[in-house]
């Protein structure tokens, strides 16, 4: 196959390096390590500042020292990752055999209702954020807390204008049925589901039904597969269960809509066969072994996602 390389569209590995240290990135103790993207190939990983539920602590205050945990990890890692801030940096990246890194927010409970601190953030470096973890928060319900059937507030499509004006994508992942269609009609650009699998495959209420797969595929969005075990089956889960998840979107709503997410650092358990980066090459393998186009195969590992980038973000 040409040469090709992975975007994954999740991790949580810089909250593991804010309530550890970064001695647990660098002695390989997190699930992503940099030998692991190396041999995986990775061109592109997102790092997300997860805040978590606001009852636990100031969720803004606890978003900025993971973003802080972030630029220490960029800092002693200055010769092997890039800090991608618009479309061309992907591209300057590999070019370069460097790994490039984006910034991402999961939770909007880090905005605590103020929409300058979304601009605060933009210039920061955060590129996506998720609108809600599993509860409700000032924006919309989450999967988890649901019962009101409340989508967007009146906040939440405010956040939704002045992300699309600045650039930033909007990430639905764990968001409420309610609230991913009113993101999906407010958003003037294409959005992402960074790390959702398909309920018909697995029904679980963080996966997507056809319908949402359906309309955030027309939209141009992409879904990046989620690696953890809980979403991919009932049972124990492997690589193959990944493939299935691939395989019914592709039938459902085309290639184009398809990317990684692998949730890494978020996961207490790994898939067998899939224990880090390293492994996303066995994915591609499988694939090309299925008989799916090589070309199909370029656009699943980055290139669908490389086209919602430069559809979102500002170069
Ligand atoms: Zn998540």
Redesign the pocket.
């Given at each position: 196959m040409n040469s090709f390389y992975i975007i994954d569209g999740?991790c949580?590995t810089i909250g593991l390096i804010a309530d550890h240290s970064l001695d647990q990135f660098r002695n390989g103790k997190c699930h992503i390590t940099i030998d692991g993207l190396r041999s995986g190939k990775v061109g592109l990983q997102f790092f997300?500042a997860?805040v978590g539920p606001k009852s636990s602590h100031p969720c803004l205050q606890r978003g900025l020292k993971l973003i802080n945990s972030y630029y220490t990890m960029l800092e002693a890692f200055a010769g092997t990752f890039i800090a991608v801030l618009r479309p061309d940096d992907i591209d300057l990246a590999v070019r370069q055999g460097m790994i490039g890194s984006m910034l991402t927010v999961?939770g909007g409970d880090i905005l605590e209702g103020e929409i300058v601190n979304l601009q605060i953030l933009y210039r920061l470096g955060v590129r996506a954020m998720?609108l809600t973890?599993n509860h409700r928060n000032e924006i919309a319900d989450g999967v988890l807390e649901n019962r009101s059937k409340g989508g967007l507030s009146v906040f939440g499509h405010e956040v939704i204008r002045e992300m699309n004006q600045l650039g930033m994508l909007i990430d639905v992942?764990?968001i409420s049925e309610e609230g991913f269609y009113d993101v999906i009609e407010a958003s003037s650009k294409p959005i992402a589901a960074t790390?959702s699998n398909a309920w018909s495959v697995r029904p679980h209420p963080r996966n997507l039904k056809d319908e949402q797969i359906t309309l955030l595929a027309d939209k141009g969005g992409v879904i990046g597969i989620n690696f953890y075990p809980v979403f991919l089956s009932d049972r124990k889960a492997g690589l193959y269960d990944i493939i299935r998840h691939i395989e019914h979107i592709a039938g459902l709503a085309g290639i184009d809509v398809i990317g990684f997410g692998s949730?890494f650092d978020?996961i207490e358990e790994t898939p067998e066969e899939v224990n880090g980066p390293q492994a996303f090459e066995k994915i591609i393998n499988a694939l090309l072994k299925l008989n799916y186009k090589e070309e199909d195969v370029l656009k699943i590992a980055y290139k669908n996602y490389t086209r919602l980038l430069r559809d979102v973000l500002k170069n």
């Open positions: 999740h949580d997300a997860f999961e998720t973890w992942s764990h790390h949730d978020g």
